[in-house]
């Protein structure tokens, strides 16, 4: 239990929790003191002066900010005096001077700070009748947030969130007296991955959202509490709705996942869920492209086709977009009914799934913020899982020590007290170097000997080695009082994995080989395919080679996400039958025979795990776009048509099922996410152990030693299928570029600017950037320009003549 201190407000004594701020321990109480500038997440800093009270001293009564104060024992504290009442009207007078009476057109109205506390503590009528400042308006201080500086109350939220949160100090104030406004740095625009959380937190109508400005009312809007589908981190978010479309997200503060912060993927992406482009209908190949069909015809057709291979000519790849009931649907249905155990979530671009799935021990996002060192060998976090990037940026601000390893700069780069590069190909050697604390890294070897330590390790890029990050979990496993989290970035990837998604796991964290708990399944399901399946990789080579003759995608597009694009496409071109379950015809879907219309994100309901194995709620807050439907319902029909039950048309039904036969699940029944969780979700198992625990190992993995080796990491802003089609930043996505340190730049010889072509194909503009290790290059992948690039650590890199 915390220190308790005894205050006294108003006249009533209290016990809070020492240490906090006034205007936090009194709200505990019951006790709302009003406030602007004051918010949580963010350091005090007493501008607004709204909160101020009266508090006894040795001299009196005092008005003081309660926003700076801490509590102390004795403290005696009065929020309704007329001297304080008088002080809070005079606040909100001087605050209305110059903002502007437009609240039936500002966006804010009906859930602004401002009017809800002008109406309880203001003077009722202003005195002040001399003209208002104007600005021109609104400016666009981002490609996504909007500016109206005569609304500004100079609260300095947006500040202390984008420089102290993001660590994006792009926001300032400018002049002065009474012409202090907002503004950006002269050609520098509010290019933060984080801008929408300005808009959230602003308390005014200062700061709005170009995808929301006019589109609704507060009072119009629907609420529905899910969870972001852009990586692993599933944050929290208000889906809100007007009009049976989704208008909005906002940040939930869940505060062991993401206290409220969203990236601007997280808030904005939605867009893509109303795009014109989806498939709306059933589509089956005819001699003159895709036509639409009945979904009785299309099923029939899928059904007969299906069931005309034996079990091990069918694969399956996906799965990890939807939710934990659609992918243990899929699992059931691909071992069950087609009899094949040949299914991969990850598209050769992950982890080995015990790795990924079963890691002990196993890190949670809260325990970043009790390590002493938190070490990371993987994907730039701010371009790959940003909400977790700030989870160690707050641990970094309250006192843990950062490693960063990577083969080029970072976004944590500035806050590491350690920064390990390496060149792409070589990590195993920096790696045992590192882990040895050879002359150049006693540093960062000593940081890591002072636990609690916790190892966030992953592929630093798609052209890495796989076991390079199963190499750094070992080193990490063998440190005293350690813990790990696994870096899988797509969507649901965690629960797809853990629902039997792969070919050497079964649901619930079982693997393949584990006959009693094979049998144990059997007994639901009926008779199963036994032994290990085949991965995306071999799926691919197999459908290419005749071994394997039909293929169900679900979700996903090996031709854009395998390491082996040309693999992908000459796999599909080969299959006798594909069938698509997608929501746009993507560069994997077009070579379907039949494509069924998948409801998404914001359209179904279930559960989902995040990368630290915590279950949460995903729930619908529109209809699905035109006939599209769940995956676990679509299945349900196939497998009635094949001849099987599968029990999938509930959504309810399959969540119980799940908990009845997943080992790690028993106990996550849908009455107990609702009743008996606070709402932030689960971490499994619940009850009981579960049956696999992968132990990783420091492993050997080859150097690799070319003359230039690739780095070819994500962007947060790709040319992805949702991106694309995501009107408010499919603008952002990012263009191709070869990153070259100046050294090797000036041996091909090329100069900023350049042009260069890689493996005789692929041209793009050269960037000198000396934080790339010698003999590197630095390529983002699925990007406008990389499409088709083949992830290969060795890579062919020449000058183009004339291209500068």
Same mark, same amino acid.
């Given at each position: 239990?915390?220190?308790?201190?005894?205050?006294?407000?108003?006249?009533?004594?209290?016990?809070?929790?020492?240490?906090?701020?006034?205007?936090?321990?009194?709200?505990?109480?019951?006790?709302?003191?009003?406030?602007?500038?004051?918010?949580?997440?963010?350091?005090? !800093?007493?501008?607004? @002066?709204?909160?101020?009270?009266? !508090?006894?001293?040795?001299?009196?009564?005092?008005?003081?900010?309660?926003?700076?104060?801490?509590?102390?024992?004795?403290?005696?504290?009065?929020?309704?005096?007329?001297?304080?009442?008088?002080?809070?009207?005079?606040?909100?007078?001087?605050?209305?001077?110059?903002?502007?009476?437009?609240?039936?057109?500002?966006?804010?109205?009906?859930?602004?700070?401002?009017?809800?506390?002008?109406?309880?503590?203001?003077?009722?009528?202003?005195?002040?009748?001399?003209?208002?400042?104007?600005?021109?308006?609104?400016?666009?201080?981002?490609?996504?947030?909007?500016?109206?500086?005569?609304?500004?109350?100079?609260?300095?939220?947006?500040?202390?969130?984008?420089?102290?949160?993001?660590?994006?100090?792009?926001?300032?104030?400018?002049?002065?007296?009474?012409?202090?406004?907002?503004?950006?740095?002269?050609?520098?625009?509010?290019?933060?991955?984080?801008?929408?959380?300005?808009?959230?937190?602003?308390?005014?109508?200062?700061?709005?959202?170009?995808?929301?400005?006019?589109?609704? @009312?507060?009072?119009?809007?629907?609420?529905?509490?899910?969870?972001?589908? =852009?990586?692993?981190?599933?944050?929290?978010?208000?889906?809100?709705?007007?009009?049976?479309?989704?208008?909005?997200?906002?940040?939930?503060?869940?505060?062991?996942?993401?206290?409220?912060?969203?990236?601007?993927?997280?808030?904005?992406?939605?867009?893509?869920?109303?795009?014109?482009?989806?498939?709306?209908?059933?589509?089956?190949?005819?001699?003159?492209?895709?036509?639409?069909?009945?979904?009785?015809?299309?099923?029939?057709?899928?059904?007969?086709?299906?069931?005309?291979?034996?079990? /091990?000519?069918?694969?399956?790849?996906?799965?990890?977009?939807?939710?934990?009931?659609?992918?243990?649907?899929?699992?059931?249905?691909?071992?069950?009914?087609?009899?094949?155990?040949?299914?991969?979530?990850?598209?050769?671009?992950?982890?080995?799934?015990?790795?990924?799935?079963?890691?002990?021990?196993?890190?949670?996002?809260?325990?970043?913020?009790?390590?002493?060192?938190?070490?990371?060998?993987?994907?730039?976090?701010?371009?790959?899982?940003?909400?977790?990037?700030?989870?160690?940026?707050?641990?970094?601000?309250?006192?843990?020590? #950062?490693? !960063?390893?990577?083969?080029?700069?970072?976004?944590?780069?500035?806050?590491?007290?350690?920064?390990?590069?390496?060149?792409?190909?070589?990590?195993?050697?920096?790696?045992?170097?590192?882990?040895?604390?050879?002359?150049?890294?006693?540093?960062?070897?000593?940081?890591?000997?002072?636990?609690?330590?916790?190892?966030?390790?992953? @592929?630093?890029?798609?052209?890495?080695?796989?076991?390079?990050?199963?190499?750094?979990?070992?080193?990490?496993?063998? %440190?005293?009082?350690?813990?790990?989290?696994? %870096?899988? +970035?797509?969507?649901?990837?965690?629960?797809?994995?853990?629902?039997?998604?792969?070919?050497?796991?079964?649901? /619930?964290?079982?693997?393949?080989?584990?006959?009693?708990?094979?049998?144990?399944?059997?007994?639901?399901?009926?008779?199963?395919?036994?032994?290990?399946?085949?991965?995306?990789?071999?799926?691919?080579?197999?459908?290419?080679?005749?071994?394997?003759?039909?293929?169900?995608?679900?979700?996903?597009?090996?031709?854009?996400?395998?390491?082996?694009?040309?693999?992908?496409?000459?796999?599909?071109?080969?299959?006798?039958?594909?069938?698509?379950?997608?929501?746009?015809?993507?560069?994997?879907?077009?070579?379907?025979?039949?494509? #069924?219309?998948?409801?998404?994100?914001?359209? =179904?309901?279930?559960?989902?795990?995040?990368?630290?194995?915590?279950?949460?709620?995903?729930?619908?807050?529109?209809?699905?776009?035109?006939?599209?439907?769940?995956?676990?319902?679509?299945?349900?029909?196939?497998?009635?048509?094949?001849?099987?039950?599968?029990?999938?048309?509930?959504?309810?039904? =399959?969540?119980?099922?799940?908990?009845?036969?997943?080992?790690?699940?028993?106990?996550?029944?849908?009455?107990?996410?609702?009743?008996?969780?606070?709402?932030?979700?689960?971490?499994?198992?619940?009850?009981?152990?579960?049956?696999?625990?992968?132990?990783?190992?420091?492993?050997?993995?080859?150097? !690799?030693?070319?003359?230039?080796?690739?780095?070819?990491?994500?962007?947060?802003?790709?040319?992805?299928?949702?991106?694309?089609?995501?009107? +408010?930043?499919?603008?952002?996505?990012?263009?191709?570029?070869?990153? %070259?340190?100046?050294?090797?730049?000036?041996?091909?010889?090329?100069?900023?600017?350049?042009?260069?072509?890689?493996?005789?194909?692929?041209?793009?503009?050269?960037?000198?950037?000396?934080?790339?290790?010698?003999?590197?290059?630095?390529?983002?992948?699925?990007?406008?320009?990389?499409?088709?690039?083949?992830?290969?650590?060795?890579?062919?890199?020449?000058?183009?003549?004339?291209?500068?």
């Amino acid at each position: 239990m915390p220190d308790t201190v005894s205050i006294n407000i108003n006249g009533v004594a209290h016990d809070v929790e020492a240490g906090q701020r006034l205007i936090v321990a009194a709200e505990s109480v019951g006790e709302v003191i009003p406030r602007f500038c004051h918010h949580d997440k963010l350091e005090p !800093v007493g501008k607004c @002066r709204m909160c101020l009270v009266e !508090v006894e001293g040795p001299r009196g009564k005092v008005l003081m900010p309660s926003c700076t104060l801490l509590v102390s024992d004795g403290m005696v504290v009065d929020t309704e005096s007329a001297v304080v009442k008088k002080a809070q009207e005079g606040v909100l007078e001087f605050l209305l001077i110059n903002h502007p009476l437009d609240c039936p057109i500002c966006d804010k109205g009906g859930e602004c700070p401002l009017q809800d506390q002008t109406m309880q503590w203001g003077p009722g009528e202003s005195r002040f009748v001399e003209a208002k400042r104007n600005f021109e308006k609104p400016i666009p201080v981002s490609d996504v947030v909007l500016l109206d500086r005569e609304r500004c109350v100079l609260c300095d939220r947006c500040v202390r969130a984008a420089d102290d949160i993001a660590g994006d100090p792009l926001l300032t104030f400018i002049d002065r007296g009474n012409h202090v406004q907002i503004q950006t740095f002269p050609n520098e625009p509010f290019s933060s991955y984080f801008s929408g959380n300005t808009v959230q937190l602003c308390p005014v109508g200062a700061l709005t959202s170009v995808d929301y400005r006019f589109k609704a @009312r507060p009072w119009d809007l629907g609420h529905t509490r899910s969870v972001s589908f =852009v990586d692993t981190v599933h944050s929290s978010v208000d889906a809100q709705t007007s009009r049976g479309k989704l208008v909005r997200v906002y940040g939930i503060e869940n505060d062991r996942v993401n206290e409220g912060w969203l990236s601007d993927k997280d808030r904005f992406i939605f867009s893509a869920v109303h795009s014109p482009d989806r498939v709306t209908a059933p589509l089956v190949r005819g001699d003159d492209g895709f036509e639409e069909a009945s979904w009785s015809d299309a099923m029939a057709l899928v059904a007969s086709r299906l069931g005309g291979y034996l079990g /091990g000519e069918v694969g399956a790849i996906g799965g990890a977009n939807n939710t934990n009931e659609e992918a243990y649907t899929l699992a059931k249905f691909m071992r069950s009914v087609v009899g094949s155990s040949n299914l991969d979530a990850q598209l050769g671009d992950g982890l080995n799934p015990h790795l990924a799935a079963t890691v002990t021990p196993r890190a949670t996002i809260d325990d970043l913020d009790r390590a002493a060192t938190i070490f990371v060998w993987g994907p730039d976090l701010k371009e790959t899982l940003p909400v977790l990037y700030l989870r160690v940026r707050k641990a970094v601000r309250n006192g843990a020590t #950062l490693v !960063v390893a990577s083969p080029a700069g970072t976004g944590l780069d500035a806050i590491a007290a350690h920064v390990v590069r390496y060149r792409a190909g070589s990590g195993s050697d920096v790696l045992r170097k590192f882990a040895s604390g050879d002359k150049g890294y006693e540093g960062a070897r000593e940081a890591l000997d002072a636990g609690p330590v916790v190892g966030l390790v992953g @592929r630093s890029s798609l052209a890495e080695d796989p076991m390079m990050a199963e190499a750094a979990a070992g080193v990490v496993r063998s %440190l005293p009082d350690s813990k790990l989290l696994t %870096l899988l +970035t797509r969507a649901n990837i965690y629960g797809a994995l853990d629902m039997g998604l792969a070919p050497n796991l079964l649901p /619930g964290r079982v693997s393949t080989a584990d006959d009693e708990h094979a049998e144990m399944l059997e007994d639901a399901w009926g008779h199963l395919p036994r032994g290990t399946g085949r991965s995306t990789t071999q799926m691919l080579e197999d459908l290419a080679s005749g071994a394997m003759r039909a293929m169900v995608l679900v979700g996903a597009d090996p031709v854009r996400d395998c390491p082996d694009p040309g693999l992908a496409q000459r796999a599909l071109e080969a299959a006798e039958f594909v069938v698509a379950f997608d929501a746009f015809v993507t560069d994997s879907s077009i070579h379907a025979d039949v494509i #069924l219309p998948a409801a998404v994100w914001g359209e =179904v309901s279930g559960t989902a795990t995040n990368l630290e194995g915590r279950v949460q709620e995903v729930n619908a807050s529109v209809r699905p776009a035109g006939q599209a439907r769940s995956l676990n319902a679509a299945l349900d029909d196939i497998a009635h048509l094949m001849g099987v039950d599968l029990r999938a048309a509930k959504v309810a039904d =399959v969540t119980r099922e799940i908990a009845a036969v997943a080992p790690a699940y028993a106990g996550i029944t849908p009455d107990h996410l609702t009743f008996e969780s606070d709402g932030d979700g689960v971490i499994v198992p619940l009850e009981g152990e579960q049956p696999l625990k992968f132990i990783p190992v420091e492993v050997s993995v080859p150097v !690799v030693t070319s003359r230039l080796t690739l780095h070819f990491p994500d962007a947060l802003y790709d040319d992805g299928v949702w991106n694309r089609n995501a009107p +408010t930043i499919a603008g952002l996505a990012r263009q191709a570029e070869a990153r %070259l340190h100046p050294r090797d730049a000036s041996m091909l010889p090329v100069h900023e600017g350049d042009i260069v072509s890689i493996e005789e194909r692929f041209v793009m503009p050269v960037t000198l950037d000396d934080t790339v290790p010698v003999g590197s290059i630095v390529v983002p992948r699925n990007v406008v320009g990389t499409k088709g690039l083949t992830a290969s650590t060795s890579v062919k890199v020449e000058a183009v003549e004339g291209g500068a």
